[in-house]
């Protein structure tokens, strides 16, 4: 199922947005389940017929968050991706453009990462669906790293390792820190790409005997 929210006007989308954004702090603070409509009201200081006037349920606002920063990180992509010409440039651009979204928006990405499961199965399958295709570029790119040459499970393995390591900032990373997230970006681009190199040239090795 996909919800259709392009013929409201940017007044009700901003508006939409501003209670989206409210409930994704909750959600980290308090956890989905634990947090009611009251409470989704109080944080946007909107009246609870205001926050049902946009939303007929908090499952559809956690669609809402969800749908709309998959989007985010998906819009564009792909094109962006085709004028870098090596492997290892366009890894490094998506871990950047990456850990960029994720800071700027660290509120709706820990909610799509930790809450986004609980919503029921219409819902949740929009969301996997997006993260199949978001994962499957990571996959794309590193497959012509390999020049093909890499079992599938391998190349699933690394994928998530990369994802892992990308995702698994948001338990200690704070943006506002001195470590900017472009200087996390290069730290991590450059040991991921690192570990790459070795263990494709471990393979070569392996593979003539």
């Not at 989206?20 to 308090?30: V, Y």
């Not at 389940?33 to 009201?41: A, G, H, I, Q, R």
């Not at 990571?138 to 994802?163: H, M, R």
């Not at 991590?188 to 790409?193: A, F, K, P, S, V």
């Amino acid at each position: 199922m996909e919800k259709d929210w392009t013929g409201l006007s940017k007044k009700e989308l901003d508006k939409m947005e501003k209670i989206a954004k409210s409930a994704a702090k909750l959600f980290n603070e308090k956890g989905y389940l634990e947090t009611s409509m009251d409470d989704v009201s109080s944080a946007a200081r909107l009246s609870k017929g205001g926050i049902y006037h946009y939303f007929s349920s908090k499952n559809e606002i956690l669609f809402f968050i969800s749908a709309n920063f998959m989007d985010l990180l998906l819009r564009g992509l792909e094109e962006e991706l085709k004028k870098i010409e090596d492997c290892f440039s366009k890894i490094k651009y998506f871990i950047s453009r990456h850990i960029q979204f994720y800071a700027r928006y660290i509120s709706e990405a820990k909610t799509v990462i930790h809450e986004a499961h609980l919503l029921p199965p219409e819902y949740f399958k929009v969301i996997a669906d997006k993260e199949r295709q978001y994962h499957q570029i990571v996959s794309d790119i590193l497959f012509d790293y390999f020049e093909g040459n890499i079992p599938k499970d391998q190349l699933k393995t690394i994928a998530f390792i990369l994802f892992g390591t990308c995702n698994g900032i948001y338990y200690w990373y704070d943006p506002r820190g001195s470590i900017t997230p472009q200087n996390l970006s290069e730290i991590i681009g450059d040991i991921l790409c690192g570990g790459l190199r070795g263990y494709e040239k471990k393979r070569k090795i392996k593979s003539r005997g």
